[in-house]
């Protein structure tokens, strides 16, 4: 099996995840995702230096994985592939910031380590978050809510076509892959050469693709936006999920929560 | 009341590259009748098919949908009387669901949701497909996202049905299947198609393409037994009458 085909298995994971019964999948997808979005809006809060502050955050995605029985290595994996980003968004810090931020003992830690650290907790807890709300939602429910919370319709049209096709893409790209594999000498994998060629026909076939698909949306009466045949009801539970979650996230910014945990299990931070 | 009716009169279409398409196509249908259009590559069938339901705008002549012309202002009431089948039904699948595929449709006709859901269970059914409405259209064989294309067509009820290619890519069985089914509508059917088996089966009158002119228009049991205006339009007899492979050998053996 190729990378590509590997790849779009792992696309199709999170939403055969998202099909399964259990408690948070249960939950109004509009809760998850504007308890996500607040989940977000406090990491991201956090000033670069504070990584103890935000360690009680972890809490959050823990708790989803149990309640929500995804596979803890389902997330390590999209972890493990998104990674190479954040390292490069903070590999730079520990070289142009040297300033000791903190001394534990002998040992004096320059803040560009503390902001790189804080970087990579960062990237853990927002990805975790955005991909337990997909593997408890399912990608079709979580757009469909975020277009009742108000976003824009052409940014949700564009989100639901892009997942249709993604598959189809990577079906023709791995068709693509394995056609050059099989005449290449050694089934060794394109060079980039190779690769610039294949990715051009892949955008080409991919606009083709795109025109023939608008036709058929234009001769069933598209006007700009994709309508839904779903339903939502809000619940009594749904509230709680918001206000708990809410609750838990105004703590941990403002309650020192870190430190108090500390206090109780007797460790000074 | 002519709202069945398709007609085409001088029709030429040439593509932005100045490759031309069409070159004076004129044809008229009536209400009810099943018409097989075949040609060989680059014939002008797919473009022609284009042009009935307003994809593509005629660039001299005209094309008359029913009551109406089809130009930009008519292309709401056209698209409402024309149900389109696309060659691949991948480019016509788009939604996350099949069900969703097929309320989509009568959802963009603005119906109310009993009237959608009424029609996407009938549709589903017509086709036997109900089993598949919760399906991701990219999970499904063949035979069942072809099932499902056309089910996307009939739930906006339109009176006259065009497809492209409906057998291409299907198995035997599920080939023979699509035909059982297509034979059973009543809607006026337009067929573009290579696969002159089926065109024989279902359609009583064929029209030859040839680079982008009508090259015969008649009863199908003629033009499809004829087998020099075939070989001169690129094409050859259907199977069904090019008889027995086996007896002809024998034959020559004797």
């Given amino acids: 099996m190729s990378r590509i085909d590997v790849l779009a298995r792992d696309m199709e994971s999170l939403d055969l995840l998202a099909s399964r019964d259990t408690p948070v999948r249960r939950l109004d997808p509009r809760a998850k995702a504007a308890v996500t979005a607040m989940f977000l809006g406090t990491v991201v809060s956090f000033g670069k230096y504070e990584i103890a502050e935000m360690t009680p955050l972890f809490l959050y995605p823990a708790a989803i994985l149990a309640l929500g029985q995804v596979p803890a290595r389902v997330l390590f994996r999209y972890l493990l592939f998104a ?26 830690v320059p803040g560009g380590w503390i902001s790189f650290a804080s ?32 976003a824009p319709r052409i940014v949700i049209t564009q989100f639901l076509l892009l997942h249709r096709y993604m598959f189809i893409l990577s079906d023709e790209a791995a068709r693509m892959t394995r056609a050059h594999m099989l005449r290449s000498r050694d089934g060794r994998g394109p060079g980039i050469r190779v690769w610039a060629s294949l990715a051009g026909h892949l955008l080409l076939h991919a606009h083709d693709r795109g025109s023939r698909t608008h ?3 234009l001769a069933r009466g598209f006007d ?27 703590l941990a910014r403002f309650g020192n929560l870190a430190e108090r ?9 | 009341m002519s709202h069945h009716i398709v007609e085409a009169a001088d029709l030429e279409y040439s593509y932005p590259d100045g490759t031309p398409a069409l070159k004076g196509v004129s044809f008229r249908i009536e209400h009810g009748e099943s018409v097989g259009i075949v ?4 014939a002008g069938k797919s473009t022609l098919l284009m042009h009935l ?10 094309v008359r949908v029913g009551d109406f012309p089809v130009t930009g202002q008519t292309l709401p009431q056209v698209r409402r009387s024309v149900g389109t089948v696309f060659q691949d039904p991948d480019d016509q699948l788009f939604m996350p669901t ?27 059914e017509s086709v036997n497909a109900l089993h598949l409405r919760k399906r991701p259209p990219y999970k499904l064989s063949g035979g069942e996202k072809r099932a499902a294309a056309i089910a996307t067509a009939l739930s906006m009820s339109p009176d006259i049905l065009v497809m492209d290619e409906p057998t291409s890519g299907l198995d035997p069985r599920a080939r023979r299947k699509l035909i059982g089914l297509l034979a059973g509508f009543m809607h006026t059917k337009i067929i573009a198609s290579h696969d002159l088996d089926m065109i024989y089966a279902l359609c009583g009158r064929t029209i030859v393409l040839h680079e982008g002119r009508v090259a015969a228009d008649g009863p199908t049991a003629s033009i499809l037994a004829n087998h020099d205006l075939l070989a001169g339009c690129g094409l050859e007899l259907p199977l069904s009458l090019q008889g027995c492979p086996v007896c002809a050998n024998i034959k020559k053996a004797e």
């Fill in chain 1, 83 to 108: 990674s190479p980003f954040a390292l490069l968004a903070g590999m730079f810090n520990p070289v142009l910031d040297r300033e000791t931020a903190i001394s534990l003992g002998a040992l004096d």
């Fill in chain 1, 119 to 150: 970087i990579m907790l960062r990237f853990m807890l927002t990805v975790s978050a955005v991909l337990l709300l997909l593997a408890c939602t399912g990608y079709v429910q979580v757009c469909a809510a975020l277009g009742r919370l108000g």
């Fill in chain 1, 215 to 217: 036709s058929a949306m």
């Fill in chain 1, 224 to 250: 700009g936006s994709l309508p839904s045949l779903r339903a939502f009801r809000w619940s009594w539970a749904d509230t709680c999920f918001l206000a708990g979650c809410g609750g838990f996230f105004v």
């Fill in chain 1, 261 to 269: 945990l500390g206090d109780l299990m007797g460790f000074a931070v």
């Fill in chain 2, 39 to 42: 040609g060989a590559n680059g």
């Fill in chain 2, 53 to 62: 339901n307003g994809c593509l705008l005629a660039g001299k002549g005209t």
């Fill in chain 2, 98 to 124: 099949v069900e969703e595929d097929v309320a989509f449709g009568p959802l963009n006709m603005h119906l109310p949701p009993a009237e959608v859901e009424s029609r996407v269970s009938a549709s589903l």
